[in-house]
């Protein structure tokens, strides 16, 4: 029987070199990332364990971002800590406040290449799948493991193949079509499993659009969202990291999938998607909820905050203004996606538009600072999660959308298709 | 041998819907309080708000589908066991929520059809290595997959890092 791409990229990472859906495997990490949780919770495990030395400080990535810079005493405290265990254990790969979200980061730094295994202690890290690499977020208890043995075990997952051919319309993002996925699958569709994006339209899309539908199958409750390598990951990998040695991982012909699931984008265009409260499987077309007023709209986060996403936020606010009873807040993904953008003029057309431009922070996603949302406000957002309460007070609500339907939203002040502004 | 970590639970029933997500259990911003028992005081705020002050030791939370979903945060069943919660059944779990519960060395079952059977503050004894529950005021029985050889060792430890601790020094 073949092998499907998790299969493969797990089975290059044990010691016999197998691995088959459903069995448990002992796997040796390439890189683990850790953020706040290296702080608050991983050092403290490590202490218990009685572990000194990391097991290698060159494949260990620590990250500053969720309250970045430090929101309170608590998240300061929790970065000194960091700080310190960096320097302790000469760990080599560090970002402090002033790098942005890990997701980003991690891939800008060339930390992630085809075949690689990447855990990181963190949900989303399902977004290195783009990059033809196996990536799973984990917590701290395993995150401690790793950095005391560098290995751990997984159970292999089966996999869903989801094939997607056609083109996005203008003003219809990646976003929309993970989006419309996780509402097709539910929000346990594909508990366990490996999603295998295959097919022209993947094939074709940005480093950035890719990324966004890797970080958001866990929203289905997948374990990874895998992809093969395009031309695009290609030639960010070659630049991000020319000397590394790398080969990319396809699945074999006869592969066994527990389903098998055809997207054409041409038979059946996609309108715009909002996911709706509480749920980011909760998906409509746009046209359901047009017209809903807004307090807050918000651009940013590891699942849209890149380049890609502030240019298309810009194209719709060039020449015009931010609703008046609206705030547009727009965190870029990195420090390197805010210089970007700076170069680019975004950023001089956000502030003239009204919006307000903060630095590279999970900040409002999570519901940290930077945008909290107070008791029974409304916000449109480009991030992952609209669970009651995610962004701030159990009374707001949070729709999903891609960061063209939230930049049209905050000029309208109600939710609005972004088509409507071309 | 049997641990005593994994003697049979008895307990009050805690009973909750499907899809009870991450924030639901533990918001995200409580993370960053590094003491547990006051992040403890904010669990179930959203859903329960008097499940802390209420919650007695060894009470069982019971759930329908995808308990967990979300967020990675081991917080989420640390903050729990921190209440003294003795188990979690649930109709099924999100992977991390699963995953991270036998981490931290508490017991969760997958048991079909929990949440048609059970009614919030019912008593029920639940047998963690069977995998079995039965209903004190109904004298239902009702009984899951048995957990796998694996998860209970780590269980029996009383979590990953204790197991961690056990494998290590039995290799020296």
């Known amino acids: 029987m073949g092998k499907t791409l998790a299969e493969k990229m797990l089975a290059t990472h044990t010691e016999k070199g197998k691995a ?124 401690a493991l790793i950095l005391a043995t560098g290995k751990c075990w997984f159970r292999v997952p089966e996999s869903m193949k989801i094939r997607i051919k056609g083109q996005l319309p203008e003003m219809v993002m990646s976003k929309d079509l993970i989006l ?225 339907t939230v930049a049209a939203t905050a000029v309208k002040g109600v939710i609005t298709d972004p088509r409507r502004l071309i | 041998m049997m641990s005593t970590s994994l003697k049979p639970v008895r307990g009050r029933a805690w009973l909750f819907g499907d899809n009870v997500d991450t924030d639901q259990i533990i918001q995200g911003r409580y993370l960053t309080l590094l003491d547990y028992s006051e992040m403890a005081k904010h669990a179930f705020e959203i859903p329960r708000p008097e499940f802390s002050r209420n919650v007695r030791k060894n009470d069982i939370v019971v759930a329908g589908n995808n308990f967990g979903g979300g967020s990675s945060r081991e917080e989420a069943p640390r903050v729990l066991s921190q209440l003294g919660v003795g188990c979690v059944l649930a109709q099924s779990f999100a992977r991390l929520f699963y995953r991270n519960a036998i981490n931290i060395g508490l017991p969760v079952l997958m048991i079909p059809n929990v949440t048609h059977s059970v009614n919030d503050g019912m008593t029920l004894d639940v047998n963690i290595i069977k995998s079995a529950v039965i209903i004190k005021e109904t004298g239902e029985t009702l009984s899951g997959q048995p957990l796998s050889r694996m998860v209970l060792d780590i269980l029996q430890a009383g979590g990953a890092v204790a197991w961690f601790r056990k494998v290590k020094e039995s290799r020296k």
Not at chain 1, 75 to 92: L, P, W
Request: proline residues 5%; charged residues 20%; contains cysteine.
């Open chain 1, 180 to 404: 419309k996925i996780v509402s097709d699958l539910g929000v346990n569709g594909a508990n366990y499993r490996s999603i295998e994006f295959h097919g022209p339209t993947v094939e074709s899309m940005s480093v950035a659009s890719r990324m966004t539908m890797c970080n958001m199958t866990v929203e289905a409750g997948a374990k990874c969202g895998l992809m093969m390598a395009n031309d695009a990951v290609k030639e960010w990998v070659t630049t991000r990291n020319p000397s590394a040695q790398w080969t990319p991982v396809a699945p074999d012909k006869d592969a066994h999938y527990v389903a098998d699931i055809d997207i054409d984008l041409d038979a059946e265009p996609l309108d715009p998607i909002v996911a709706l409260p509480h749920s980011p499987a909760n998906g409509k077309p746009v046209s359901e909820v047009e017209g809903l007023h807004v307090d807050q709209a918000f651009i940013g986060s590891c699942t849209n905050g890149r380049l890609e996403d502030l240019e298309i936020a810009a194209r719709i606010l060039k020449g015009r203004k931010v609703h008046q009873d609206v705030r547009l807040i727009i965190t870029p993904a990195s420090q390197e996606t805010y210089v970007d953008a700076l170069r680019a003029g975004y950023i001089d057309t956000f502030l003239s538009a009204g919006a307000v431009f903060t630095n590279s922070t999970c900040g409002a996603c999570i519901g940290g600072h930077l945008g909290v949302l107070g008791p029974g406000e409304i916000c449109i957002s480009s991030t992952n999660r609209n669970f009651r309460g995610r962004m701030g007070h159990p009374d707001s609500k949070v729709y999903l959308a891609s960061p063209a």
């Open chain 1, 20 to 143: 088959s859906a459903g069995e448990i495997v002992d796997a040796s990490i390439d890189l683990l990332m850790v953020h706040e949780v290296l702080g608050s919770r991983i050092i403290p495990i490590l202490k218990e364990m009685g572990v000194k030395k990391i097991w290698d400080p060159t494949k260990v990535l620590v990250v500053n971002d969720h309250w970045a810079p430090a929101s309170d005493t608590q998240s300061a405290e929790i970065h000194i800590r960091n700080r310190q265990f960096v320097k302790e254990q000469g760990i080599t790969h560090f970002c402090d406040v002033n790098c942005g979200i890990c997701h980003q980061v991690l891939p800008e730094m060339g930390l992630v290449k085809p075949g690689d295994l990447v855990i990181g202690s963190d949900s989303h890290s399902t977004t290195y799948g783009a990059f033809n690499a196996f990536s799973t977020g984990l917590a701290a208890t395993d995150s």
